[in-house]
T-cell receptor
Framework: SQQGEEDPQALSIQEGENATMNCSYK?????LQWYRQNSGRGLVHLIL?????REKHSGRLRVTLDTSKKSSSLLITASRAADTASYFC??????????FGEGTQLTVNP | GAVVSQHPSWVICKSGTSVKIECRSL??????MFWYRQFPKQSLMLMAT?????????EQGVEKDKFLINHASLTLSTLTVTSAHPEDSSFYIC????????????FGPGTRLTVL
């Protein structure tokens, strides 16, 4: 299956600024998930939003979902240098299968 | 939270040899596990779904005879890269969903394979 798209592919901001990443997907989903990956490491689950939800918050994270446009966004507020990582969205379809987006490389400059 | 481990964390092998990677769910049972491959600066690509007690399901384009998957128990799945070649060098990651109210999925830390 084709991967979803994320934009931007790379984002560089200053500490304290907000970072917004967008994700588009292609199929009907059970839910959409966002993950973080530090270079060369495994994935860390950030947040899950169900297909019947439109917005969800977790700490400095805010995720929105628009099923009519098949898109989602991840907002990280008051960014920190430690937020520097790659961020991936993943659409979950049947059988818990995840299809990952291409990812956004976020760099937060101190 | 639940933990999924992988072993080894990195391996270097000669071309033509076979390499086995283990994925274990440490504190929950997983009838299904997933294997992904990630090339540098790219996203994760699902290779196959490992099913306890039955054959693995491979994604289109993934050679089942080259990437052997065995779901030996409810807590262990293995991926064997047979006759490895330099183009198989990659980061291999497994995941296991824990069924429940939210069907959370937990990822292993990954295995870096380098084939010389």
């Amino acid at each position: 299956s084709q991967q979803g798209e994320e934009d931007p592919q790379a984002l560089s901001i200053q500490e304290g600024e907000n970072a917004t990443m967008n994700c588009s997907y292609k199929t009907s989903i059970n839910n959409l998930q966002w993950y973080r990956q530090n270079s060369g490491r495994g994935l860390v689950h950030l947040i899950l939003i169900r297909s019947n939800e439109r917005e969800k918050h977790s700490g400095r994270l805010r995720v929105t979902l628009d099923t009519s446009k098949k898109s989602s966004s991840l907002l990280i507020t008051a960014s920190r240098a430690a937020d520097t990582a790659s961020y991936f969205c993943a659409e979950e379809t049947s059988g818990s299968r995840l299809t990952f987006g291409e990812g956004t490389q976020l760099t937060v400059n101190p | 939270g639940a933990v999924v481990s992988q072993h080894p964390s990195w391996v270097i092998c000669k071309s033509g040899t076979s390499v086995k990677i283990e994925c274990r769910s440490l504190d929950f049972q997983a009838t299904t596990m997933f294997w992904y491959r990630q090339f540098p600066k790219q996203s994760l690509m699902l290779m196959a779904t490992s099913n306890e007690g039955s054959k693995a399901t491979y994604e289109q384009g993934v050679e089942k005879d080259k990437f052997l998957i065995n779901h030996a128990s409810l807590t262990l799945s293995t991926l064997t890269v047979t006759s490895a070649h330099p183009e198989d060098s990659s980061f291999y990651i497994c995941s296991a969903p824990r069924t429940g109210l939210y069907n959370e999925q937990f990822f292993g830390p990954g295995t870096r394979l380098t084939v010389l």
